[in-house]
Nanobody, 118 residues
Framework: QVQLVESGGGLVQAGGSLRLACAASGRTFRNYGMGWFRQAPGKERQFVAALSVSGGSPAYADSVKGRFTISRDNAKNTVYLQMNSLKPEDTAVYYC???????????WGQGTQVTVSS
């Protein structure tokens, strides 16, 4: 079965950087789009970034454009989220997700906590 395991979360001061990683297993990684979402306490899960099979034309939420970069390494079955210029409002549990055949987000990781202190 598909497994997604996130890593790289932690506590960082405002203005700092973190790089999240999501290792995928269970099916051919390069055949599926990947994405990152986040959920802050008391709020709904929201889209952060997504990357297609080819790795071209990444999509970002307006709130992270210019600060976050999504990338993938098909040889390592891993998707990354480089987060720079972090703000306290970026504090959330970050989840990676993998698209299914109908382009829905079919599989999710367990999440990794990111806390940005002011």
């Amino acid at each position: 079965q598909v497994q997604l395991v996130e890593s790289g979360g932690g506590l960082v001061q405002a203005g700092g950087s973190l790089r999240l990683a999501c290792a995928a297993s269970g099916r051919t990684f390069r055949n599926y789009g990947m994405g990152w979402f986040r959920q802050a306490p008391g709020k709904e899960r929201q889209f952060v970034a997504a990357l297609s099979v080819s790795g071209g034309s990444p999509a970002y939420a307006d709130s992270v454009k210019g600060r976050f970069t999504i990338s993938r390494d098909n040889a390592k079955n891993t998707v990354y989220l480089q987060m720079n210029s972090l703000k306290p409002e970026d504090t959330a549990v970050y989840y990676c997700a993998q698209r299914g055949a109908k382009l829905t987000w079919d599989y999710w990781g367990q999440g990794t906590q990111v806390t940005v202190s002011s």
